[in-house]
């Protein structure tokens, strides 16, 4: 096997509870050990939301840093992307906690449809959270809920707040947004590589479609697959997930199917164009 493949595992994001799937790791010490299961399960790196005792979101800085503190002594090497967007934050607490420096931070481009609400991300939003980014050194993932946030990209790239090799993640199976079709997926492909020749990408569906977009990636041999409780909850129509690595073993084993083997923290680092995890 070669060409390794990143497992990027997103453990809580902003909406699944407790009473969706009791496995959702919701305080600091459940992220942390739900991450440690999911790194040895081989995901290399983490997306990362933190939310409030009610299990609302938050943007706590305090509480990124306890979940990065715990990555960073059980998953030596791991990188660790925060999450600026997410439902139910403040738009300008949305960067607080990238004085952090984690290795990454996910940064929409553009406004969307969600099933309940508008995902409002306002130019003047998007410019000062990429500079943020930027200030910080960390290296931003673009996160692509439709065809325009590419060119929201550009308009970054032309203003010299991104670069022109810049991670990029197709969201697909949001309702009201892109819907999850191996026909659009092409498009978006086509599309961020005429915009971004040298783009690393990746691909994240959401609910059911997860396994499916997945397999649509590595069929075009993305740099990445995404999977975790964040976006998918299930197993199976009928199965919950039992943690975050299970959701990761399931990732692993549709890797192989595609005979590249799975990305470690050196490898996926150097991919993405990280700095060597600190001794």
């Given at each position: 096997m070669s060409n390794p493949c990143i497992v990027a595992v997103a453990i809580t994001g902003s909406l699944p509870r407790k009473q969706d799937n009791p496995a959702v790791p919701i305080s600091v010490a459940e992220q942390v050990e739900s991450t440690h299961e999911a790194f040895e399960a081989g995901a290399s790196l983490v997306h990362i939301h933190v939310r409030n005792d009610d299990e609302s979101s938050s943007s706590d800085p305090e509480r990124f840093a306890a979940v990065q503190r715990g990555i960073q002594r059980h998953c030596p090497g791991m990188i660790i992307q925060f999450s600026t967007g997410g439902r139910g934050r403040d738009p300008e607490a949305r960067g607080s906690a990238l004085y952090l420096k984690p290795d990454m931070a996910s940064l929409s481009t553009g406004s969307v449809n969600f099933p309940a609400i508008i995902y409002e991300n306002?130019?003047?939003?998007?410019?000062?959270?990429?500079?943020?980014?930027?200030?910080?050194?960390?290296?931003?993932?673009?996160?692509i809920f439709d065809l325009s946030h590419l060119h929201g990209a550009k308009r970054l790239a032309d203003l010299g707040l991104i670069d022109n090799r810049p991670h990029v993640q197709f969201v697909m199976g949001v309702q009201h947004a892109l819907p999850a079709e191996e026909r659009l997926l092409d498009m978006l492909l086509k599309e961020a590589k005429a915009i971004f020749p040298k783009c690393t990408w990746t691909a994240a569906g959401i609910g059911r479609n997860q396994s499916l977009v997945m397999r649509w990636a590595l069929a075009r041999c993305a740099d990445g697959v995404r999977t975790g409780l964040e976006d998918n909850i299930r197993i199976s129509r009928h199965q919950l997930?039992?943690?975050?690595?299970?959701?990761?073993?399931?990732?692993?084993?549709?890797?192989?199917?595609?005979?590249?083997?799975?990305?470690?923290?050196?490898?996926?680092?150097?991919?993405?164009?990280?700095?060597?995890?600190?001794?």
């Open positions: 306002h130019p003047n939003l998007v410019d000062r959270l990429a500079s943020r980014i930027k200030e910080c050194g960390v290296r931003p993932e673009i996160e997930a039992r943690s975050n690595a299970e959701l990761v073993e399931h990732a692993a084993a549709a890797i192989h199917e595609h005979n590249r083997s799975i990305a470690s923290t050196s490898e996926a680092r150097g991919a993405l164009g990280l700095a060597a995890a600190c001794a």
